[in-house]
């Protein structure tokens, strides 16, 4: 009996299975070989038998009903222990392997047996074709021989079978695989196309730019806001040429530093048509790129926005600003010279109502003159015409004079100053003490009476950094991206008795970043807020 559990056994089973034959339909070429096996042979059973793990199954059962009959009872699974040869058995009666097997002592009752087994290339016998009689009987030479070819036959077409049903297969596959591969395209082509259908919408400028021949291609709108004829070349030098000088290295460095981004870069600049010299304003969103399949090319690509309506919005508004600030300060300092007369002259006269009234008045007029410089210096800073007059001046001595203002005039609340080791830094002292300024006169202003307000300056790595924390209402989450943007206020009931413009911290950041410096906050709702800036400690002069 056969070795089931052999590790040979087991790939013997694989090998058959990879064919897919067992359990199929009959089929007319496995037919006409048992058929013509019987004929030759001379008998009257001839089966296409494959030895499944408990089961003999036969593909083609010439003069035989049964389709299947267990492994045990099987001839067959005998032949193919010795896949070389062709196994005769004359007569099963005689033979104590099978006389008394049922095939033998009942129906088909079984006297001659000849099997040759199936071998496929890699050599595992999947079966054998057999040729079976009642009688019994021996093949003679020319019966065994063609006995074998057909056995031959029937591998071929098995072969053909499997090899068939591959290219089936392949062939479905590769259509699916089409069929994809054209969805995709389809997706890529639809979504170009409302790529497209935005650009024009928007009334945007597309050009793309070969990196190392400075080969330029502009779409028919960028010549446009370029001033430049349909017909007339427009090379990457023209293009920057137009860019107005001021900004023209800007744009120059912003282009290359999106080399080293994967996000896009984006950059505001004024350019001047080429033809009718005048001045636009355009918006540029630049993406770097490399050729997938050369990934030596690389490419810019981008669009352009024609953004002079908005500037010049901006513009306007920053100088209805800058203009009726600069107008209300003349009348204001008059008021204030007058307020301070009048106050002298009631002093003088010992008249308290009087003097108590104007020291008011000259206290509002105070508060008017700082919400005007804030809004000078917004608008100023639009223009990008605040001025630093840098020097080297010790931080610590600026807290010291903080300190002596503060204390004099905040009494509302408890300022402590840490002590601060000297520390020279090279910047605008006017300006870094405003922002020091701003950051008390807001911690005053939104945390409670009594509470305690620290001033901490320290020095670490070659920069200094100076914070006011407070005790007060502190920013909730959502609003802290924003605390730092023009005229941005805070929205809740808390701040309802608060007045303000939201213009302090806005002047505060520009300040400090025009030094090169970073600012930032922490906040703590309902615990207290700490603002503070970070600026480089001047080199020591040789
Ligand atoms: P203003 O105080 O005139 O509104 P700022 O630009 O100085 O303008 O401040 C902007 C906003 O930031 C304020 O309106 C307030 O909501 C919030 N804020 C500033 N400082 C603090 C602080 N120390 N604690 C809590 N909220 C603050």
């Known amino acids: 009996m056969a070795d089931l559990t052999s590790f040979n056994e087991q790939k013997r089973l694989e090998a058959l299975h990879s064919y897919d034959i067992l359990d199929t339909d ?122 074998r070819t ?95 000088e001021s900004h023209r290295q800007q744009v120059i460095d912003s282009i290359y530093s999106s080399f080293s981004k994967v996000e896009p870069t984006e950059f505001e600049f004024p350019i001047i048509g080429f033809h009718d010299k005048k001045i636009k304003w355009l918006c540029a969103n630049v993406q770097s790129y490399q050729d997938m399949e050369s990934p030596n090319i690389s490419y810019l690509s981008g669009t352009i926005a024609d953004i002079t309506e908005r500037k010049l919005d901006e513009q306007r508004r920053t100088d209805i600003v800058g203009m009726v600030s600069h107008e209300l300060r003349n009348p204001l300092t008059a008021i204030k010279a007058y307020a301070d ?25 105070k508060r008017m003159e700082t919400l005007i410089n804030g809004f000078l210096d917004v608008a100023r800073l639009g223009e990008g015409k605040i001025m630093l007059e840098k020097s080297k001046f010790d931080l610590a001595n600026l807290i010291n004079d903080t300190e002596i203002d503060s204390l004099e005039k905040i009494t509302s609340h408890k300022i402590i100053f840490e002590p601060a080791e000297i520390c020279i830094i090279e910047a605008d002292r006017n300006k870094i003490e405003q922002v020091v300024v701003n950051f008390i006169n807001n911690a005053v202003k939104y945390s409670p009476d009594e509470s305690v307000i620290t ?17 007060g209402m502190g920013i909730p989450l959502k609003y802290r991206p924003f605390i730092f943007d023009r005229f941005f206020r805070v929205e809740s009931d808390a701040m309802k008795n608060k007045k303000g413009f939201g213009m302090g911290l806005y002047i505060c950041k520009e300040i400090i970043e025009r030094h090169n410096g970073q600012i930032g906050m922490q906040s703590n709702e309902d615990v207290g807020t700490t603002f503070w800036f970070r600026l480089p400690v001047a080199l020591a002069s040789a």
Not at 31 to 52: G, K, N
Not at 341 to 365: P, T
Not at 455 to 471: E, H, M, P, R
């Open 455 to 471: 001033v901490n300056c320290c020095i670490q790595a070659g920069f200094v950094t100076l914070s006011v924390k407070d005790q």
């Open 26 to 147: 009959a089929e007319g070429d496995f037919d006409d070989l048992t058929q013509l096996a019987a004929a030759i042979c001379d008998t009257p059973i001839s089966l296409i038998s494959f030895v499944d793990k408990d089961r003999q199954w036969f593909k083609s059962h010439h003069g035989l009903d049964e389709r299947q009959t267990d492994r045990c009872h099987s001839f067959c699974s005998h032949a193919i222990q010795n896949p070389a040869h062709l196994m005769q058995v004359e007569d099963a009666q005689n033979d104590q392997r099978f006389q008394d097997n049922p095939l033998v002592t009942g129906s088909p009752d079984i006297r001659f047996y000849a099997g040759i087994p199936l071998l496929d290339s890699d050599g595992y016998a999947l079966g054998s074709l057999c040729v079976i009689d009642n009688k019994p009987k021996i093949l003679n030479e020319s019966q065994q021989k063609a006995l």
């Open 341 to 365: 007369l009048v106050n002298r002259l009631a002093k003088k006269a010992e008249d308290g109502f009087l003097s108590d009234k104007m020291s008011k008045i000259d206290s509002q007029v």
């Open 150 to 244: 057909i056995g031959n036959q029937v591998i071929d077409k098995l072969l053909l079978r499997k090899n068939n049903k591959k290219l089936l297969l392949a062939n479905k596959n590769l259509m699916e695989s089409n069929i994809k591969l054209k969805a995709t395209e389809e997706r890529l082509k639809e979504s170009e196309k409302r790529l497209k259908a935005a650009i024009s919408a928007a009334n945007l400028a597309t050009w793309q730019m070969d990196f190392h021949n400075r080969q330029l291609s502009p779409s028919p709108r960028m010549k446009e806001l370029f001033d430049f004829n349909a017909d007339e070349p427009m090379s990457c030098e023209d293009a920057v040429n137009q860019i107005a």
